[in-house]
């Protein structure tokens, strides 16, 4: 009976620690409020598909997308029925982690952007969950311009 009780106890114990291992490399910290950590430029206060003069194009803001580790918003400006420039106006700059790939991403995911001239682009590996929400916001910017 003892030997019983002895090897539940163990087998209990191992599980335990091994749930409390993934939960605790699972963890991300969060650094406070809502938008803490993420990159807002001034002057971005363009609501969600609001088109506005912007030298020889029209600018039209993405919904912003919720993710995982942020929220993501572009903004695009488009001049004769195409697209001339995306910018990532809001996206998850928390910690080095996100500022890292974010610096790798952002740039990869403009110029797929400017060369399909559509929000059909791949995913930049690495930056999967970034990438998604990048294509959704971008889908939102092209549906307020009428584009595609």
């Known amino acids: 009976m003892t030997g ?8 209990l114990w191992l599980a335990s620690t091994a749930v409390a291992l993934v939960l605790l490399f699972s963890y991300r910290p969060s650094s406070g409020g809502a938008l803490a950590g993420v990159a807002t430029p001034a002057g971005s206060g363009n609501p969600a598909g609001a088109g506005t003069a912007a030298g020889a194009g029209k600018t039209y803001d993405g919904s912003t997308a919720s993710t995982r580790w942020g929220p993501v918003r572009v903004r695009i400006t488009v001049q004769g029925g195409r697209i001339t420039d995306v910018e990532a106006v809001t996206y998850p700059t928390a910690n080095r982690r996100d500022q890292q790939i974010n610096a790798y991403a952002l740039p990869r995911l403009r110029a797929e952007a400017l060369q399909a001239q559509s929000a059909d ?10 990438s998604e929400g990048y294509k959704t916001s971008l889908q939102a910017a092209l549906d307020a311009a009428g584009i595609g």
Do not use: E
């Open 4 to 11: 019983d009780s002895s090897m539940r106890r163990i087998v």
């Open 121 to 130: 682009i791949d995913s930049v590996s690495g930056a999967t969950v970034t």
